[in-house]
């Protein structure tokens, strides 16, 4: 009774048992490890591997509880490398079902069983099998209906039986693995993949392909992390997979890390797709926390913190994460049989609307038509005519000689411009919000924002609460370049106010500021905190869309894109350019 009680810490449900067989199957060496699944797992569940095996003697203790053989010495307990060392999982399993363990080691000529059905032991026979060993535990809790009741769908604990072997193949790339369930073929992993095979095979070829592979090891700390693109990042963190020498981990300090990580990549509520590996010595973190080793205790979490987040910010800030457009593809028959989505078409439409709208703006406006200097009179005496004019107009100016301008203002909200290899339409809004959040971020880091004294203070009334948040914010209000004085009761001057922000009402920031110090809801700590106010700041200064920009204005938007960090992404994580490639056009058009 103790131990059906006890058992209850260990198995769950199915999925439990899958995993604490398949980590006996790997402490035992298996390179080859076959799970057998009936009605997800109700039924049976079969772990087959070819390891070292159990010999007779040990087979009959091998069920009692805590009957290990990967403890010797207490020292041990420090260094555990295997992956269950409490000699519990057996007689849990075994005492809330019927189980079966088959075994032979490689120097014994025979194989040995051993039954036990909830508790009850029979003594080892001997028998025949190949080497290695197959344990099958049948119909779990049937003499439990409370626990049995709560078994759910045999789909859904066939879910969570996939979840635990992939998060056990993910990390164990050089086993051969197969996952049945109901005789049919659910996943056959070959030996040696690479992590990047083996998570084609578990999720999709896609998401594998999108990868981004970085490694780094510094200070005792050695991280291989594959980061997905931020445009498949995804609702929920179902895709971030955190392991630990070989051990998949759950951690919310890494998990902020890597969060952090995609700060203003993604959208704020968006998880980006991550599997990190990390070694570390096992002194340096602690496994006896949690019932089932998945939380752990690190030695020094903040390091661990600090070195997650700079392998990952490092790769993503050297990458080219722009968004690429995807055209609809070019074959005529395909398209028929996968039209392209409402929102494909639209966002279609929307450019060549624009660039039809940009073209018959540009031939009425003076000052356009000379940029685009049309040499035949007569073509510009059929103005009106919408036939043949980008070309006759492109083609005079190469004639002329004059350097082609490389980037245009669509709508006064979108510039096109010319890339290496196709063309990239820029969301003005969105680029110059990055811009200034980057500008904003680099003088903040480098000391505090440069103040700039108003003319005539502008004046604000403040409720108790909203003196309070100023009180006790008075440091991050300093640091952005905000001068407050009082003005009577219940009344505050603004004397000075960030340069940066010389287009922004310094009232209407003042508001928005206050809401955000006050808004408990937010639960932020202190540099969240100033992120959200620099995010606020670089949104409100920024070039709205519809706003006509100069060329000069287009000129320095596009150089400071050169120049900032992340710039294919607003603060907020929307795309701030959408790239499109010659070679699709090429395809559209038909040329190749
Ligand atoms: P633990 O894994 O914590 O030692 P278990 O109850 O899971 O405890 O297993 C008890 C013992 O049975 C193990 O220490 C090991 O000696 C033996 N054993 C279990 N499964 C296997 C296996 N697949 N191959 C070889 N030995 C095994
Ligand atoms: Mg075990």
């Known amino acids: 009774m103790i131990n059906m009680i006890a058992a209850g810490e260990v198995v769950e449900r199915p999925a439990s048992v899958v995993k604490e067989l398949l980590e006996n199957s790997i402490d035992a060496g298996a390179s080859k490890i076959v ?28 069920f009692a509880p805590h009957a290990t053989s990967k403890i010797s010495t207490d020292a041990d307990l420090a260094t555990i490398s295997t992956m269950g060392f409490r000699g519990e999982a057996l007689a849990s399993i075994a005492s809330v079902s019927e189980v079966s363990l088959t075994s032979r080691t490689a120097d014994s000529i025979e194989a040995n069983r051993m039954t ?62 197969t996952l049945i369930h109901n005789d049919r073929q659910l996943y056959r992993l070959v030996g040696n993949q690479s992590v990047t095979e083996r998570i084609a095979q578990l999720f999709s070829k896609d998401i594998a392909e999108g990868l981004l592979r970085t490694h780094g090891d510094e200070k005792g700390v050695s991280i291989t992390a594959l980061l997905g693109h931020p445009s498949r990042a995804r609702g929920n963190n179902k895709y971030q997979y955190i392991f630990l020498n070989r051990r998949h981990i759950r951690d919310k300090f890494i998990g902020h890390a890597m969060k952090e990580a995609y700060r203003g990549l993604i959208e704020p509520n968006k998880y980006p797709i991550v599997f990190l590996f990390i070694e570390l010595p096992v002194e340096a973190y602690d496994v006896n926390v949690h019932p089932t080793k998945i939380e752990v205790r690190f030695e020094n979490p903040n390091l661990i913190h600090s070195q997650v987040l700079a392998v990952l910010r490092e790769k993503l800030l050297a990458t080219d994460l722009d968004v690429t457009a995807q055209l609809p593809a070019s074959n005529v028959s395909l398209l028929d049989r996968f039209p392209p989505s409402a929102a494909d078409t639209a966002r279609q439409e929307r450019i060549s609307e624009a660039m039809a709208d940009f073209f018959s703006t540009h031939k009425q406006s003076s000052t356009d038509q000379q940029k685009f200097r049309f040499s035949a009179p007569s073509q510009t005496a059929h103005r009106q005519e919408p036939v043949n004019y980008p070309a006759a107009g492109y083609a005079a100016d190469a004639h002329a000689g004059a350097s082609p301008k490389s980037f245009l203002q669509i709508h006064s909200s979108y510039i096109v411009t010319q890339t290496g290899d196709g063309f990239m339409i820029i969301d003005q809004h969105a680029l110059h919000e990055r811009i200034l959040y980057e500008q904003l971020c680099r003088k903040l880091a480098a000391g505090q924002l440069t103040s700039q004294r108003l003319l005539i203070p502008e004046t604000f009334e403040l409720t108790d609460a909203q003196l309070d948040a100023i009180k006790s914010n008075a440091e991050l209000i300093e640091k952005i370049g905000i001068e407050l004085e009082p003005f009577g009761p219940k009344t505050m001057a603004i004397q000075s106010f960030p340069a940066i922000l010389d287009k922004v009402s310094p009232l209407e920031f003042m508001q928005d500021l206050l809401d955000m110090l006050t808004d408990k809801t937010l639960g932020l700590d202190a540099e969240r905190l100033l992120h959200e106010i620099l995010d606020m700041a670089a949104c409100k200064a920024a070039i709205k869309a519809g706003q006509p920009l100069t060329d000069q204005e287009m000129q320095q938007l596009l150089a400071d894109k050169d120049t900032v960090e992340r710039a ?21 058009f038909k040329r190749t």
């Open 568 to 588: 294919s992404r607003c603060p907020h994580g929307r795309p701030t350019a959408i790239k499109f490639s010659i070679s699709d056009l090429e395809k559209q």
């Open 116 to 177: 036990v059905d909830c508790g009850q032991r029979q003594p080892p026979a001997p028998c025949s099998a190949d080497k290695g060993t197959t344990i099958e535990v049948r119909n779990i809790f049937y003499k439990l209906p409370a626990r049995r009741k709560f078994l759910r769908t045999a789909n859904t604990e066939m879910s969570h039986i996939t979840e635990y072997f992939t998060r056990i193949a993910l990390a164990h790339c050089d086993l051969d693995m």
């Open 35 to 62: 799970v057998q699944v009936e009605d997800g797992g109700r039924r049976l569940i079969s772990v087959s591997d070819n390891g070292c095996g159990i010999d007779a003697d040990d087979l009959a203790i091998a």
